[in-house]
C-alpha cells in the first residue's frame, strides 16, 4: 500500500505541475497590468457598428490572411549586431515655424515629428526590451537617442497597434503626466484606459476615420496585420497606419503590414505623401500576407505615389531570423534599381525636410 500511495502521489505531482503553470500564466494574462485590459462586450457591439472590419467577435483584414504559412528562414548569425548601434543626439527645433516638418527616428518604430508648432510621438517604445516583462523578450541593440524628459512638449502620441514593439507599458506610463493627445485604432482606448489614461485624452478610430487636433487631420488608414498582446485574445484591437496633413507637409506612416491594395488606396484618397515612413524588416516567408518584403516596401512607396521614403521597424529589436541589416541593404538596392528617393538617417539623426535628400548615408556598413 505504501509503494502504491508513493506512486498516486508521484502521478498527482506529475499532473499538478503543469495544471499549476496553466494557471499561472492564466493569471499573468489577466492581472499583469503591461498585458492591458479587453475591450468588454458593449465595446464589441459597438465596434461592429462602427466598421465592417469587425465581426465575428474579432476585427479582420479586408481579405483574410494566414498569420503563419510556408517555411521560415533559417536562424542568420548575424541576427544583431556584434556592437550596441550608437545614436546621435537629436536637433530639434526651439523655436518651428508653420511651415517646418522635421523627423527623428528613435529605434524600430519609434519616431517624433515637428510639423509646424504641433509635436507628434509615433509608437513610442523607449524600454531594453519589447515584452511584457523586463527580465525576459527581444532585447534593444541600439542606443536610446532620446529619453522622454528630453523631448519637447508632446501634443500627440499616434499607437498604430498593440504590440510589444509597438506599445509599450512603461513608455505609456512616463508620457501619462503629460498633457499629450493619443490617437489610437479602436480597442486600444481600453488598454489606455487601463494603464490610467483619461478619456478625454484618447481618440479612438477605425479604419478612413479622421480628427482634428492643433490643425493637423489624422487620418486611420488600413494596413493588412492582427494583434494581441495575449495570445488568447487575438485581433480584439484593430490595426493600421496614419496619414497626417497640416496643410503644409502630408506624412503617412503605414504601420505594420503585409503588401495589399491599401498603400495605392491611400494615395488616390488622401492625395500622393510627402514623406512616407513604411516598414522594411522583420520579415519571412511564413508572414508573408502580415509584414512586408523589403522590395514589397519600395513598391507600396510608388504605390502612394510618395515624394520620399523612408524605411522603420529595423536597427533596434530582433524578433526575425535575418540578418539585422538584411532589411536596408534589399530596401537600398531596390531604390537603386528602380529610382525610388530612399531617406536613410541614422538613429537619433534629425532630418529637416528642406535638406531631406542629404540624408542618404549607408551608415550601417560601418556596423559590425
Sequence with gaps: MKKVS???LILLI?????VLILIAGLLFLHFYPSI???PSSAEKDAYE???SAFHDGSFHNVHESALMSGESYASDPRRVPEQIIPADKPELLTAPEENDLTYTWLGHSSFLIQAGKTCILADPVLSQRSSPVGFAGPERFSEIPLTTDEMPDIDIVLISHDHYDHLDYQTILELKSGSCQFVVPLGVDTI???WGIGDDRITALAWWEKTDINGMTITLTPSQHFTGRDPFMRNSTLWGGYYLDNGYHKVYYTGDGGYCEAFREVGDRLGAPDVMIAECGQY???WASVHMFPEETVQAYFDA???YL????WGTFCICNHAWDDSIIRVKNESDKTGAALITPRIGQTVNYPDIESYTENWWEDIK
Design 6 to 8: 508513493k506512486i498516486l
Design 14 to 18: 506529475i499532473i499538478a505541475i503543469p
Design 36 to 38: 492591458g485590459a479587453h
Design 49 to 51: 457598428e462602427r466598421t
Design 192 to 194: 489606455l484606459r487601463g
Design 284 to 286: 519571412d516567408p511564413s
Design 305 to 307: 505615389g510618395a515624394t
Design 310 to 313: 523612408i524605411p522603420v521597424h
